[in-house]
C-alpha cells in the first residue's frame, strides 16, 4: 500500500476561512494520466495519480527529477489538460472545460511562482505585477493600487519602480509572488521556488509562504530540499508519475530515516500502481 495519511495531515492544518459548507476537498484527482508524444517516443509522465489536498493545507511535492512534479503542477493549475481522468477543482470538474472556462478559472483561483521568477524584464515590479488584471474581466480599475498593496504585502514598497535586472533574486521572487497573489487566489502553486536562492532568502521566501498560509490560502510547493518542506504539513513524494508516498511531515521524515529496502519500495510502487477508485 502507498503509505498516506493524508487525513492526518489536513487535521494539522488549520481551517481557512473559505466556504467548508461542501465535503468536496478543495482539490480531487482521479487516475490522472499524461502522455506527452515527442516524435515516435511516448512519454508516460503521469500514470493514474490519485491526490486529494484540502482547503488551506500546505502541501510540498518531492520526488527525483522526471517523476512527473511540474507536469502535475501544470495540471493543478490548469495550464494543461491530462489524458485520462479527472481533476475536480471546487467540486468542478476543469478536465472537461473549454478553453475559456480554464482561463477564468486559472486566472480567479489559480497563482503560480517559478523558479525562473518569468518576470518581464522591461516592465517594472509594478507592471510585472498588475499584469494578471489585464486578463481580468473588471478588475483593471483601481489596478495599481491593489498592486501596490501586493508589493507592500511581500516588503518591497521601496523597489515599486526597478526592473527585474535592478533586482536581488529574492526581490524578483517577491515581485513574483506579490503577482501570484493579487487576485487572491484559492491555491498557491509554487515549482521549486526557491531553487535559485541562497539559503538566508530561502528562508525568507518560506516565512511569506508561511504567512500567506495562515491568511486561509492553500500553498503547495515543489521542491527538491528537505529544509524547503519541512515548512509543510504534508509531503507527497512521487516516482515514475505516481504517489509513492503521502504522509504528514513528522511521518515523512521518519519513514526516510527507515530507509525502505528496495523490495518494499517495488511493493509500495506495485500498489500504487494498482489505483484507487476515484
Ligand atoms: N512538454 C513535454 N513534452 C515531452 N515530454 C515532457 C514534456 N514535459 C515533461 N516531459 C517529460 O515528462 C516527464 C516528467 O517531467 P516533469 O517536468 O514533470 O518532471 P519533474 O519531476 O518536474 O522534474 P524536475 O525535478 O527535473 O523538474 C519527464 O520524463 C519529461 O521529460
Ligand atoms: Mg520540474
Given at each position: 500500500?502507498?503509505?498516506?495519511?493524508?487525513?492526518?495531515?489536513?487535521?494539522?492544518?488549520?481551517?481557512?476561512?473559505?466556504?467548508?459548507?461542501?465535503?468536496?476537498?478543495?482539490?480531487?484527482v482521479?487516475?490522472m494520466s499524461k502522455i506527452y508524444?515527442?516524435?515516435?517516443?511516448?512519454i508516460h509522465a503521469l500514470r493514474g495519480l490519485e491526490l486529494?489536498?484540502?482547503?488551506?493545507?500546505?502541501?510540498?511535492i518531492m520526488g527525483s527529477s522526471g517523476s512527473g512534479k511540474s507536469t502535475l503542477m501544470n495540471m493543478l493549475?490548469?495550464?494543461d489538460?491530462p489524458t485520462?481522468g479527472?481533476?475536480?477543482?471546487?467540486?468542478?470538474?476543469?478536465?472537461?472545460?473549454?478553453?475559456?472556462?480554464?482561463?477564468?478559472?486559472?486566472?480567479?483561483?489559480?497563482?503560480?511562482?517559478?523558479?525562473?521568477?518569468?518576470?518581464?524584464?522591461?516592465?517594472?515590479?509594478?507592471?510585472?505585477?498588475?499584469?494578471?488584471?489585464?486578463?481580468?474581466?473588471?478588475?483593471?480599475?483601481?489596478?495599481?493600487?491593489?498592486?501596490?498593496?501586493?508589493?507592500?504585502?511581500?516588503?518591497?514598497?521601496?523597489?515599486?519602480?526597478?526592473?527585474?535586472?535592478?533586482?536581488?533574486?529574492?526581490?524578483?521572487?517577491?515581485?513574483?509572488?506579490?503577482?501570484?497573489?493579487?487576485?487572491?487566489?484559492?491555491?498557491?502553486?509554487?515549482d521549486e521556488?526557491?531553487?535559485?536562492?541562497?539559503?538566508?532568502?530561502?528562508?525568507?521566501?518560506?516565512?511569506?509562504?508561511?504567512?500567506?498560509?495562515?491568511?486561509?490560502?492553500?500553498?503547495?510547493?515543489v521542491?527538491h530540499?528537505?529544509?524547503?518542506?519541512?515548512?509543510?504539513?504534508?509531503?507527497v513524494r512521487l516516482r515514475d508519475g505516481y504517489v509513492l508516498?503521502?504522509?504528514?511531515?513528522?511521518?515523512?521524515?521518519?519513514?526516510?530515516?527507515?530507509?525502505?529496502?528496495?523490495?518494499?519500495?517495488?511493493?509500495?510502487a506495485?500498489?500504487t500502481n494498482?489505483?484507487?477508485?476515484?
Amino acid at each position: 500500500m502507498v503509505e498516506s495519511n493524508a487525513a492526518a495531515a489536513r487535521s494539522n492544518s488549520t481551517d481557512g476561512a473559505a466556504d467548508d459548507s461542501s465535503r468536496e476537498p478543495l482539490i480531487r484527482v482521479c487516475a490522472m494520466s499524461k502522455i506527452y508524444r515527442v516524435g515516435v517516443e511516448v512519454i508516460h509522465a503521469l500514470r493514474g495519480l490519485e491526490l486529494t489536498i484540502g482547503r488551506n493545507e500546505m502541501v510540498a511535492i518531492m520526488g527525483s527529477s522526471g517523476s512527473g512534479k511540474s507536469t502535475l503542477m501544470n495540471m493543478l493549475g490548469c495550464l494543461d489538460r491530462p489524458t485520462t481522468g479527472a481533476y475536480f477543482l471546487n467540486g468542478r470538474d476543469v478536465s472537461r472545460m473549454g478553453a475559456k472556462e480554464l482561463a477564468m478559472v486559472r486566472n480567479q483561483e489559480i497563482g503560480f511562482v517559478f523558479q525562473s521568477f518569468e518576470l518581464l524584464p522591461r516592465q517594472t515590479a509594478l507592471e510585472n505585477v498588475e499584469l494578471p488584471l489585464v486578463y481580468s474581466h473588471g478588475a483593471w480599475r483601481g489596478r495599481r493600487a491593489r498592486a501596490l498593496a501586493a508589493l507592500d504585502r511581500v516588503g518591497l514598497s521601496s523597489r515599486v519602480h526597478h526592473r527585474p535586472n535592478q533586482l536581488s533574486g529574492g526581490q524578483k521572487q517577491r515581485v513574483a509572488i506579490a503577482r501570484a497573489i493579487l487576485n487572491k487566489p484559492s491555491i498557491l502553486l509554487a515549482d521549486e521556488p526557491t531553487g535559485n536562492l541562497d539559503s538566508a532568502t530561502t528562508a525568507e521566501i518560506l516565512e511569506l509562504f508561511r504567512q500567506i498560509h495562515a491568511e486561509g490560502q492553500t500553498v503547495i510547493i515543489v521542491t527538491h530540499e528537505d529544509e524547503v518542506a519541512a515548512h509543510c504539513h504534508r509531503v507527497v513524494r512521487l516516482r515514475d508519475g505516481y504517489v509513492l508516498s503521502d504522509l504528514p511531515i513528522a511521518q515523512d521524515i521518519a519513514a526516510r530515516h527507515r530507509a525502505p529496502s528496495p523490495q518494499a519500495a517495488q511493493s509500495a510502487a506495485n500498489d500504487t500502481n494498482a489505483g484507487v477508485a476515484c
